[in-house]
């Protein structure tokens, strides 16, 4: 038994150091897969002369097939996830995004950019994966930081793709369709990278796994894949019941409720506004009137900033069930205000610098939400979840783009408009949920809570499930699993 638990630590602890390398892997795949510089002026491409759409095709008929798409796939991607046990999803994202900028270099149309839309929503659909395959590499101990990381990388990436986007098109370097090739480079990049990921030999729904004694009398120990004899039937209801039993986990907690609401609320928003702040930027200052446009600079800016805050949230550790509720209330009021001026005001400065703030408070505020919610989970359902809060968003996302974009055809200002109000009562919602728990807390309560957040203990961590720790954790001299 001493020795079976020797070469389990062992194991383990190279797996502990091999969890960085995962992590830098998975750093340069989002890093490369968001380096796409032709995406700041995607609007002008489509409305140039290569594509030589027009305003109303770009804005009505091209850009709702995405919200539609991804919505449509998320929930069987998500399993598809578990089931090919994250890396094959990630590599088929991979896959995605290299078809999506072939398409825009050499197909034509609106039906072929209708497609394009299309496979980009197969890409985008396929980000589960990529959120969650680090969640089973990694003991949880580490969420804040790994979550922290892989965002940064997400923005670093758009940075680059902003900063070469700019500087390329300003210099006359390149032209818009151009700069596709660029972005159908990175794209393959990050496909070869996707590739050299490790496998995950566990998921949390259909491959989850148990610890056996080998033997009766002896004590060694060895992994065995609890459904590889059952019938595919039987493991469809086995799964449904986990799914259904880790959902009812996750939201029955109202702390976690809370921020899978603000979640999908907010990303909502933040989906509407980069779908359609092109067409946006183009009614304020057209590319036919402009010699120079500056787009790629503000999307640079923009993902600098946020990265930065992105990062730095990994070390900042305030109480947020104490703050939490008034911070998301404050940042949504002032979304909410950026955006109403963005589609009251007839500057392209004021649509610049209010989408870099928006943009900003988003990330960071994701970024927390995020942690607050992997932490709450007491089981590895954190895909779960992240696939509902997605779901949820998107959902709403195709209602505001069906009503708001489709049926009422509003032009771009007016969206901005409507978009600013939906922030403002998402507001109005958590100042009254933050007045409840100050109330319920009352004075005293409020004095006896820290300011900030206790530091975890390492020791109380709960790793993966089916990872190696966790055979070391139910072992541990004086315990007894069975």
């Not at 990049?189 to 259909?206: G, K, N, R």
């Not at 007045?435 to 203990?457: F, H, M, S």
């Not at 109380?460 to 190696?468: A, F, R, S």
């Amino acid at each position: 038994m001493r020795d079976s638990l020797w070469l389990l630590c062992c194991d383990s602890e190279s797996k502990m150091d091999t969890w960085l390398q995962t992590c830098l892997l998975l750093c340069l795949y989002g890093f490369f897969k968001e380096m796409r510089p032709s995406e700041p002026f995607l609007t002008e491409y489509l409305m140039g002369p290569q594509q030589n759409l027009t305003s109303d095709q770009v804005t009505y008929d091209v850009y709702p097939v995405w919200t539609y798409s991804y919505l449509a796939l998320l929930i069987v991607v998500f399993l598809l996830t578990d089931l090919l046990r994250y890396k094959p999803v990630i590599v088929f994202e991979g896959i995605g995004y290299v078809i999506t900028w072939s398409l825009l270099l050499w197909a034509r149309g609106v039906r072929a950019m209708q497609f394009m839309e299309f496979t980009y929503g197969i890409a985008t659909s396929t980000e589960v994966a990529y959120f969650t395959y680090i969640y089973a590499k990694v003991a949880s101990k580490f969420y804040q930081r790994v979550t922290s990381y892989t965002r940064a990388a997400l923005l670093a990436g758009r940075f680059m793709s902003g900063i070469l986007a700019q500087v390329l098109t300003s210099t006359r370097l390149m032209d818009y369709h151009t700069l596709n090739y660029i972005s159908l480079t990175s794209v393959s990049v990050a496909f070869i990278i996707a590739c050299c990921l490790p496998a995950v030999s566990t998921s949390i729904y259909f491959h989850r796994q148990q610890y056996l004694t080998t033997n009766e009398g002896e004590s060694s120990v060895r992994l065995t894949d609890i459904n590889s004899k059952e019938s595919l039937h039987a493991k469809i209801t086995k799964v449904a019941g986990f799914v259904w039993n880790d959902f009812k986990s996750a939201y029955t907690n109202k702390y976690l409720l809370k921020w899978s609401i603000w979640w999908a609320f907010a990303t909502c928003g933040n989906y509407q506004v980069g779908n359609y702040i092109q067409p946006l930027w183009e009614s304020i200052a057209p590319m036919d009137q402009n010699d120079q446009l500056y787009n790629g600079a503000v999307e640079a800016i923009q993902t600098l900033l946020s990265s930065l805050a992105a990062f730095s949230v990994g070390y900042i550790h305030f109480n947020w069930e104490l703050f939490g509720e008034g911070t998301l209330a404050i940042i949504s009021l002032l979304d909410g205000l950026l955006l109403l001026f963005m589609g009251l005001s007839s500057s392209i400065i004021v649509g610049y610098l209010n989408y870099i703030l928006f943009r900003i408070s988003y990330q960071v505020l994701i970024t927390i939400a995020s942690y607050q919610v992997a932490k709450q989970l007491t089981a590895d359902s954190y895909g779960l979840v992240f696939g509902i809060n997605m779901f949820a968003s998107l959902l709403l996302q195709s209602v505001l783009t069906f009503v708001v974009v489709e049926t009422l055809e509003v032009e771009s200002s007016t969206q901005f408009i409507i978009y600013g109000s939906y922030y403002m009562i998402l507001a109005l919602v958590f100042f009254l949920l933050s007045t409840y728990t100050c109330a319920k807390l009352g004075c005293d309560g409020i004095r006896e809570i820290d300011v900030w957040e206790p530091q975890p203990d390492c020791s109380n961590q709960e790793p993966p499930l089916g990872t190696t720790e966790a055979v070391v954790l139910d072992y541990l001299p004086g315990e007894s699993k069975f």
